[in-house]
Structures are given as structure tokens and as C-alpha cells.
């Protein structure tokens, strides 16, 4: 789940980083598919289960402590979907939204409606290269590949994206901690 967060902000930090074409501010859902490994693949599948089987006071109050983190996440239809807020102020300031946890630095470029986009994150340990693509100021798609050690293997994962804007009120969604940018 880690892992889901650190790409989901990957993406938001991507698409919101470009002061050309700001964003609309308010509440973002991005869809994810992701290509990993079968062992990977499984302990999704596993932890898709076990969210499902869980009590619903246990679900909402899992939900809630992420909300207050600036992520809500579903795991149906195979992807994953993550709802998070994104604040006036940051489209403004251009801020990209990143989750302290992942403690990233960003190296991004923009050429036109097109975002191209270097993270190296070190909670957990990871690099990656990544491309979005604008479509106006309420929607994006996202390709990005990551590498990252795991069981001292290396593991490589690609993730292809899309996210449109839903609302200019982000209900429960808590706006994510800001970082300035990376200057390009």
C-alpha cells in the first residue's frame, strides 16, 4: 500500500507541477494500473481481500485515518483509485502535494501540455521516471516506471494512470502536506 501512495503521489506531484496550465483546485480521483511482479500481485489481491472482509466500523475508521492523510484509496476492478485534495493555494504557489512519508525530491520538466518527471524517494527507497500529459486544467494521464529494492532484489514496476477533477469541495479528503517544487 506503500508502494500505491509513494506512485499516486508521484502522479499528483507530476500534474500539478506544471505553471503553464495550473490545475483546477478541489478534490482529484486517479486511477492507476499497475504491472508488477506475481508475488507482488498477490499480497495486492490479499490485501484487496482483507480490506473487503473487514467490519464496517474497522473499513470506515481505516478510511478516515487515511482521509486525514490526504488519500482515500479503492482497490476494485483490478486498479487503484486514489481521491486527494489538492488546494487552491498549492495551484497558486505551484506546489506539488507529497506525503511526507515518502520523504522524494522531484526533478521535472515541462515541454508544452507535456510533463516529464525524475523522483528519487529514500522511505521506502526508490527512482523513477515518469511522463503525464495534460488534457486542460481537469484531466491527465500518466505513465510512470519505478525501481526500487525489495528482499535485496530489484523490482520494477510500471504504472499507467489517468485523473480528472471532481469537485471544487474535497469533503473528508484532507488537502496533502505541500513541498515547494523542484525547480526545473
Known sequence: M????????????????????????????????????????????????????MPPAQKQMMQEMMAKRGVSMDFAGGAVTVKSCLTEEQVKRDLTPSHPAGNCTHDVRRSGNVIHSHFVCTDPATEGEGTTTLQGNTAFTSDVKLTRQRDGKTVTTAVSG???????????????????????
Do not use: F, Y
Not at 21 to 47: I, S, Y
Not at 177 to 184: D, E, L, N, S
Open 162 to 184: 489517468e485523473g480528472h477533477w471532481i469537485s471544487a469541495d474535497c469533503g473528508n479528503i484532507q488537502p496533502i502536506q505541500a513541498r515547494p517544487k523542484a525547480t526545473p
Open 2 to 53: 506503500i508502494a500505491a501512495r509513494c506512485i499516486a503521489l508521484s502522479l499528483v506531484a507530476l500534474a500539478t507541477s506544471a505553471s503553464a496550465q495550473m490545475m483546477k483546485p478541489g478534490l482529484w480521483e486517479m486511477k492507476q494500473t499497475t504491472q508488477v511482479d506475481p508475488e507482488r500481485k498477490a499480497q495486492m489481491e490479499k490485501a484487496q481481500k482483507a480490506m473487503e472482509s
